[in-house]
């Protein structure tokens, strides 16, 4: 422990991002924290009152033009590889958040990027993107008052990226992103111009626009709000705000879910057996004995069964600060405790899985695929 | 200055020191000589009869589609930085002169390039590019058997410099290029997909094509026929091939004709007057006196008017043979010589204007400029 608090955090889009202590992230990446803006919220999101988000960058803006009522938008995406999972569900309900709060919503299939970073073909990330997309609007995405478009197929996405290439050294891409391939710094213009399409005058011009990430993202926040004010002069860029939430623990006790730890996460398109399983065998907060866990109360604050619950599923605050208070009183227990949240899972994902079978076809229709 | 043996070959009359220089790229980076294959080519063209086409890559692969009259293309391209001179002049009729063989041949504008290299906002270059383009067209291009276009508004191009994206580390960009800003390799990536386009099925699938270009622009080949390789399996590409030509002294005795010194080159728009004026201040081959020239005669080897009459103005090769010798014996003084070339120069930029006004129309269609 005492070697890993003096590791240095590494916030890598494209690699693996263990946050140890949230709070240096503050002092090294001068990442604001949220919980100071909480008050002024008009009507703060879950993930918002439960500190799952936990800092910003300019945050401000975008809470001033709220509160005002003023245009803003929001944006952010899925890297289209497989079926949603408990992180890409996390982004598009903050997505989805801001929207019902007024916001012109952006959501982007990440398919340059998923094939620069995870050799995704086109042909096959487009048929994924449909499922993604599906879920999306399951969610309650409203079609309407937003846009959903794949970067390979956004002309407009693509030409920021090229005007941007001239604003960038490799010195930055480097110090930003490490060695990579050209692909993926290509990738990372790319999405410069994700974030800032939603000012353009074809979307009614310069906007506050908040990106709410996973903080493995911010290295992309960095570039971009660099590029904004190299590019202020001929484009009136407002720099871009952004949100942070935590990473969530792997179910297996692993610092992150990961694909390629299957017993880490689940997606919700998987059979409910499999989820059902993935939980039983999930790591806890328990104590060895039954008798030790009466005693001394469980340990929520390492608990991914408790996480997932106060993340995604128990969506009621004072049910969750009850099982909180239950697993460190010692009267909830971990196969208890377990039982529960499958069935509340199991009930979410099938009610969802519901749902989506509807959106196929409008998917296909917005990505215009066949 | 070296040997007999040199001398003995009438057509190539000026390869002295230079050659010795352009000897070693053959060796330091594989380009292969391409007089080995003059004999075989059915029409070898100016360029080629006089050695300014001087090396090759893969050339044979594109003789034998000639020889037996298969498919093959030509690419090659522009920056649009400015009017034509006598370097894109000698592409453009590299290009028509493949294209008279029987090539599909392709004419980049390379606006991106431009933007990424030169600064040369997309609003400006296309204007640039109408009149590149009219001028191509003035030279004798045909459009109706080939495709004239621009990087930024060419889809394709675009779509392999994504692709290709992930085939190139930093460190091969680096080892060819140097450090740059990343606009500028992904201008290199954008470049390959040039290059490669041609093979595409849009334009009846993969062929022999070559690309004639100066021998600085050999990085692009070099990187783009290492591409095709590592692509080969998803589009069947064939290596391209390329020739290289000779790169121009300045009129001024400077190494190289450039735009940062106005009188080492003219412009085919420029006025009369100027032209003229840089043709009578021109450095020369001559010696210090009349006497000691008409004694020991001239040295055409190192003279840049020598080398526009060669390189472009002079057609006839017993007439470019005659005014080397006559430099050589003493007959052909400086001034004289000047003088003559002059008033070439001045009929052919006279002609070409008048021509050049019929297409800009033309060029406008082409581009889709208005």
Redesign the interface.
Known sequence: MSTAKKRKTVLDPWGTTIVEDYNRLYEEFGIQPFKSLLSEMPNPGMYMRRGVIFGHRDFELVLNSMKSREKFAVMSGIKPTGEFHLGTLMTAREIIYFQQQGATAFYCIAD?EA??DN?IPFEKSEKIAVGNVADLLALGFDPERGCIYRQ?KE?RV??L???????????T??AIYG?????????A?VQAGDILMPQLKDFDGPKPTVVPVGVDQDAHLRLTRDLASKFRRKFNFISPSSTYHKIMKGLDGSPKMAKRSPMSYFTLHEKPESIAKKISYAFTGGRPTVEEQRKLGGVPEICPVYEICMYHFVEDDDDIVRVYHDCKSGKLLCGEHKAQTTEIVLNFVREHQLKRRKFIDKAREILQVN
Do not use: H
Request: aromatic share 12%; glycine share 10%; no cysteine.
């Open positions: 340059i094939y620069e050799k390979y002309q693509r030409d990226a090229v005007l941007f290439g001239r604003g960038v050294t490799l010195a891409m480097k060695e990579r391939n050209i692909g993926l710094y290509l990738s213009l």
